[in-house]
């Protein structure tokens, strides 16, 4: 029998081991985990209700709804990010798991009315099986796709664009980041308290004096991990020569086995100025704590072309849907602008 239960500090073995049982599949095999305590650093962006699946004293399956403010449509509103969703490997009732983890977030967490989730874009079983709507699943409609990127900080220059902003300047930041962000579908609200809270090193870029771009640098790794936990037999065999050429070219490097990727985002980044973003990112990469830096960019973004070549990243796309999980929920065909960090 399946039953649905508030996941809390006891469980956080089990919900470690449902991330790392289940690798996101591909030439590379990554799961991205909490280690050494899932509870360790909770709320780090919106508040968290981890659940846990299970029959009897078996772990079936994990999910987690994360309630966070952001725009959609243009105005502030509390937005539901459906995430970290993991049934094990070996269980058939997969539907059945899933039907329940929503009556169970229905019933019990009065979900936002705009929710929304990510599935990795070459998920297709997935990806097909939600779009279809089954019978007992909530409606899950395309808002877009997310390109996130892994560039090597060895690719940066330095230009001095950038500056660590004083605590007292968080206001004007916070004010210019919601400025650039607003007329994008789910991007996140920031807030002064969570900046100083995070004590996160915050960078604004200004011209003539005026505030003219924005970002976060965000290592995460404490808390919240990306690792390798295979690879196939051709990008076994390739892996070496590989890093070789990646290592003379300045491109990421393909992380041993069990080994985190070290990496940093550039979050909450925003420009007035469009003309100036590769720069900043230029620039940025000199900032960078760790051997990557990361960030997003909506996959119909003008300038993703352009900062594909500049900097070969390796990238990951992910699909973005709004999750129906009640009736009167409306998306306006807007582009998208989540951040990367927080999915």
């Not at 590989?242 to 491109?251: D, E, F, Q, S, V």
């Not at 990112?281 to 990361?294: F, Q, R």
Request: with cysteine.
């Amino acid at each position: 029998m399946i039953t649905l239960r508030a996941a809390t500090a006891e469980h956080s073995s089990d919900l470690l081991r449902l991330l790392e049982d289940n690798a996101m599949q591909g030439a590379v095999e990554m799961v991205m985990t909490r280690r050494p305590d899932y509870f360790a650093n909770q709320h780090y962006f919106g508040t968290e209700y981890p659940l846990l699946a299970q029959d009897g004293e078996r772990a079936l399956g994990m999910s987690q709804l994360t309630k966070h403010q952001g725009f959609v449509n243009g105005q502030v509103t509390e937005l539901g990010y459906l995430n970290s969703l993991r049934i094990g490997r070996h269980d058939r009732n997969r539907i059945r798991i899933l039907k329940a983890g929503y009556n169970y977030i229905r019933q019990h967490l009065t979900p936002p009315e705009h929710c929304y989730t990510s599935i990795a874009s070459d998920n297709k079983t997935a990806r097909s099986l939600l779009e279809k709507g089954n019978i007992g699943l909530p409606k899950y409609h395309l808002l877009g796709e997310l390109s996130t990127l892994a560039i090597c900080s060895k690719r940066g220059r330095r230009s001095n664009l950038w500056q660590r902003v004083a605590l007292d300047e968080y206001p004007q930041i916070v004010d210019f980041y919601h400025q650039q962000v607003a007329g994008y579908q789910l991007s996140p609200r920031l807030s002064v308290d969570w900046l100083r809270q995070t004590e996160l090193p915050v960078l604004g870029y200004y011209r003539n004096g005026q505030l003219c771009g924005c970002a976060v640098i965000w290592n995460q790794q404490r808390f919240k991990q990306v690792i390798a936990v295979g690879y196939s037999l051709a990008a076994r065999i390739l892996k070496p020569f590989y890093n070789g050429y990646a290592g003379l070219t300045h491109r990421v490097r393909l992380p041993a086995i069990n080994c985190t990727l070290d990496q940093s985002f550039l979050a909450f980044f925003a420009a007035s100025d469009k003309n100036d973003i590769i720069p900043l990112i230029d620039d940025a990469l000199t900032h960078c704590p760790s051997s990557v830096m990361t960030l997003g960019m909506g996959a119909d973004h003008p300038l993703l072309a352009k900062v594909t070549q500049r900097f070969s990243p390796l990238i990951y796309q992910t699909c973005l849907y709004g999750v129906e999980l009640s009736e009167g929920a409306h998306w306006d065909q807007r582009a998208i602008s989540p951040e990367a960090a927080i999915l």
